[in-house]
């Protein structure tokens, strides 16, 4: 991701010139494919949604990718979802675990959100090696291969959790976060927070034997020590340089910045939370918004609750009460 300006979305036309041999993969499907004098192949690639430049990828190697599932698309029979895993040969057998869960969660995200996933084709890339573990570039997903690519035969539980939920993390982006996307990078934790909270709830509902809401609250302690020292932090601040934005990535966001979300479900009830996330998308698909926009949106759907109010109080201050 390069420090840029996410409230400046645009629609991406991409075509790329590569080897003939090799798989081209970007945000949208190919469309196109033409020779070129040189031996070379321009594969040209369908106009993305309206997106911020840190979500556009292209990934181009010797890969392999596997048959498309194809998930119904919500409120279009006739227009599924093709997903595929793309991973480099001979690691083709590891990736029926990963189509599983994806396959769940895109279809559990549209119900849950009550909006058809945004895009037209969802690509899940098993890369080598990959910094960041992975990344929800818009319908083309990169993630490192351990947190991709499993043999559900030869791992544990724990190994198969922590896949799912990476997994389902990058899914629920494609909405929270691509859909709508925060306008600067002080707004960065509530698209981590966020996608942690819907990673629990979908993992929740794909194993509700793992009880993935009880292995949570042990995840939440991590961020319960950090938050009891004198060096803590806000869980939003400003952000004024790069380095501002790399210091969000930590338990407050995730683990702290996912309780407090938690806590807001649980004050409201779950389907109102839902009600009130689901107006959040719709109001503001294709745009930028600040954190107090969810917030208002939570609250014009529970007209009764404070949401606000309620949760710049946890927002704006260090520590946690006694």
């Known amino acids: 991701p390069c420090f840029d300006e996410p409230d400046l979305k645009a629609v991406f036309d991409i075509t790329l010139i590569v080897e003939p041999q090799h798989l081209a993969v970007s945000n949208g499907p190919e469309v196109e494919r033409t020779e070129q004098p040189n031996g070379k192949v321009a594969v040209r690639f369908a106009p993305t949604i309206p997106m911020s430049t840190y979500l556009v ?8 990718a596997t048959a498309p599932v194809m998930v119904p698309r919500l409120g279009e029979p006739d227009n599924p979802i093709a997903l595929r895993i793309i991973n480099v040969p001979g690691k083709g057998h590891l990736t029926q675990f990963g189509l599983d ?3 769940f969660a895109l279809e559990w995200y549209q119900r849950y959100y009550d ?18 573990g992975a990344m929800e570039n818009l319908g083309c997903i990169t993630y490192r291969e351990s947190l991709l690519l499993a043999d559900p035969a030869a791992s544990t ?7 799912a939920d990476v997994i389902t993390h990058e899914l629920a982006h494609m909405w929270f976060g691509d859909l709508v996307t925060m306008k600067w990078w002080n707004g960065i934790w509530l698209n981590e927070a966020f996608a942690t909270f819907m990673e629990v709830a979908c993992c929740d509902a794909y194993r509700p034997d793992w009880k993935r809401w009880a292995s949570f609250s042990l995840e939440r302690s991590a961020a319960f020590e950090v938050d009891s020292l004198a060096s803590t932090r806000t869980v939003e601040y400003p952000v004024e340089a790069p380095e501002d934005c790399d210091g ?3 338990v407050l966001t995730y683990q702290k910045g996912g309780s407090l979300l938690r806590m807001l479900e649980q004050y409201l009830g779950e389907d109102e939370f839902r009600r009130g996330v689901g107006h959040y998308l719709s109001v503001h698909e294709y745009a930028n918004t600040e954190t107090g926009d969810l917030w208002d949106r939570i609250e014009e759907a529970n007209p009764d609750t404070p949401v606000r109010a309620l949760m710049d109080s946890w927002i704006w201050q260090a520590g946690y009460p006694l």
């Not at 990828?57 to 890969?63: D, E, F, I, R």
């Not at 909006?115 to 960041?132: G, N, Q, S, V």
């Not at 539980?157 to 896949?163: C, H, I, R, S, V």
């Open 57 to 64: 990828a292209v990934v181009v190697g010797p890969l392999e």
């Open 157 to 163: 539980q724990a190994e198969l959790q922590n896949l």
């Open 248 to 250: 969000m990535f930590d």
């Open 101 to 103: 869960v994806g396959a």
């Open 115 to 132: 909006i058809a996933y945004p895009t037209e084709k969802c690509d899940m890339l098993a890369l080598p090696d990959f910094a960041a």
